[in-house]
């Protein structure tokens, strides 16, 4: 590994120290660090290059902070491939390779022995308003959501061309594999081993008989119609900024040509991450 970059929790100073440590070895191994101008600032170490958006051409950038830090990082190296590797400050961490206890370990045998790769399915939507279309990618999750309170939300949801259902609901999520442990999870969706390639579609707190999520191949089109004259909707794509939908507008949603890449220092099974985060009793 010659070119690295770090990303930092927007407010842990806890993350910044351990940062700061890390970064003094690495420079001290060869390694040209980069990182985003603010958290070069808070670093404050001599020999950083500080840039105000990561280079295309990184081995791996690490990401100091939970989930939400991991999904910021994943929106700054964008379309570039670089691989991420998380060291967690967060909570269930699902997204991260590392926790702070095991780092000084985990260094090591990063620098002595590199990372494999993990590729994640990304979902791309397009915000179709009526005058204009924006794009956006998510690595988790998209979500449209009621504005109003005490007012659900009528959604079309469309499926590979076919009109499936119209709930009224509070959101429908519509969730990568990887997304599926996040809100979808706890909207009563399941979860999916991120290695298989599909779309799940959640609605929360529906108000009918069909209250179920649906799985949908990685090929099928996903479309979310905002119907009703009166109520408008947000769209909150991996828990960015929302956006505000009009009554008329179309989401639709589809499987990303292009992948998200996580480092991982060794293969670890998805389902004893899922035990050990959410504290299952295996039994004997």
């Not at 961490?93 to 620098?111: A, N, Q, T, Y």
């Not at 590979?160 to 809100?183: F, K, M, N, Q």
């Amino acid at each position: 590994m010659k070119r690295a970059g770090v990303i930092l929790h927007a407010e842990r100073d806890q993350a910044v120290t351990t940062a700061r440590a890390l970064i003094e070895t690495l420079l001290s191994r060869g390694v040209d660090v980069w990182a985003l101008d603010g958290d070069a600032d808070r670093i404050g170490l001599p020999g950083i290059n500080a840039t105000p958006a990561m280079p295309e051409d990184l081995d791996l950038v690490i990401v100091f902070g939970g989930d939400g830090t991991l999904l910021r990082a994943a929106e700054a190296v964008g379309r570039s491939g670089v691989p991420l590797l998380g060291i967690n400050f967060g909570h269930l961490g699902f997204l991260s390779e590392l926790e702070r206890s095991e780092l000084d370990d985990g260094l090591k045998r990063l620098l002595d022995n590199g990372f494999i790769v993990e590729e994640r399915l990304v979902l791309e939507a397009e915000v179709d308003h009526g005058d204009r279309v924006e794009t956006l990618r998510a690595l988790n999750d998209v979500i449209v959501a009621k504005v109003a309170t005490g007012r659900a939300v009528r959604l079309g949801v469309t499926i590979g061309g076919e009109r499936l259902i119209s709930w009224a609901a509070d959101g429908v999520i519509v969730a990568t594999p990887t997304g599926s442990t996040a809100y979808s999870f706890s909207a009563g969706g399941p979860v999916v081993s991120p290695h298989i390639d599909c779309i799940v579609v959640t609605p929360v707190s529906p108000h009918g008989l069909f209250a179920r999520s649906v799985i949908v191949p990685p090929d099928e089109e996903v479309e979310l119609a905002l119907e009703g004259e009166r109520d408008p909707a947000s769209l909150s794509a991996d828990g960015l900024p929302a956006i505000k939908l009009a009554p008329g507008a179309r989401v639709r949603l589809r499987a990303g040509k292009d992948r998200i890449r996580l480092a991982k220092l060794e293969p670890r099974p998805f389902w004893r991450l899922v035990r050990e985060k959410f504290h299952l009793n295996p039994g004997e």
